[in-house]
C-alpha cells in the first residue's frame, strides 16, 4: 500500500522538530520525500527521532551526549498600547468636538467622546447591541450602553392609600 499523500510523523530538517509531514514520493515501498505541514518544506524522509533529543556531529559519535532539539518559536502577538493610543486620540481632539457624560441610558456611536466619572476621558471605538468599547487612557473598557430603567433612581416609592372602614364595607 502506498504512502504517498498521507501523513507521516518525520524529523523536519528545517524546524529541527519531530512533526506532522506529507509523503511526496517513495521508492519500492520507502518513503524517500515528504513536506512539513508546519513550515512548508521539502526535504529527505528522516526517521521520528525519539524523544525530542538528537544525536548530531561529533556528540552523535560519543554515547550518552545527546543534543537537545529547540522546541518551535512562539511568534509574538502586537500588544496594544491603550496609553499610548489614548494620547495620540486626545492630542487629535479639538475645541469643536463634543464630551458628553456617560449615562448607561444614552446611546453611542463609534467616535463619541465621554467623560466617566470614575474612568475620566473616553473614546468610544466600537459599539453593538447593549455594549460599546471605550478606550480610557489606562485600558479598553466594554461599557453598558442604551440600558432602560425602569424607575428612577431618585423616585420614591409610592406609599399604599389607607382606607377607611366605611368604604370597605
Known amino acids: 500500500m502506498s504512502l504517498v499523500g498521507k501523513d507521516i510523523i518525520a524529523e523536519c530538517t528545517k524546524c529541527n522538530l519531530s512533526l506532522a509531514h506529507i509523503v511526496i514520493y517513495e521508492v519500492k515501498g520507502k518513503v524517500k520525500k515528504v513536506k512539513c505541514k508546519t513550515c512548508g518544506a521539502e526535504h529527505v524522509y528522516k526517521e521520528e527521532s525519539q524523544g525530542k533529543t538528537r544525536k548530531t556531529g561529533s556528540a552523535a559519535k560519543q554515547p550518552g551526549k545527546e543534543k537537545k532539539v529547540r522546541s518551535a518559536r512562539k511568534v509574538a502577538k ?14 487629535e481632539m479639538n475645541r469643536e468636538m463634543s464630551v458628553r457624560d456617560y449615562r448607561m441610558e444614552d446611546t453611542y456611536k463609534p ?13 468610544v471605538r466600537e459599539v453593538s447591541g447593549t455594549s460599546m468599547e471605550v478606550l480610557f487612557k489606562d485600558s479598553l473598557k466594554r461599557m453598558a450602553k442604551g440600558f432602560k430603567r425602569y424607575a428612577p433612581l431618585n423616585a420614591k416609592p409610592k406609599e399604599p ?9
Open 78 to 91: 502586537p500588544v496594544y498600547d491603550a496609553a499610548l493610543d489614548w494620547e495620540l486620540k486626545k492630542s
Open 111 to 123: 467616535g463619541d467622546i465621554v467623560n466617566h466619572p470614575l474612568f475620566g476621558l473616553g473614546f
Open 161 to 169: 392609600e389607607l382606607r377607611s372602614e366605611a368604604a370597605v364595607s
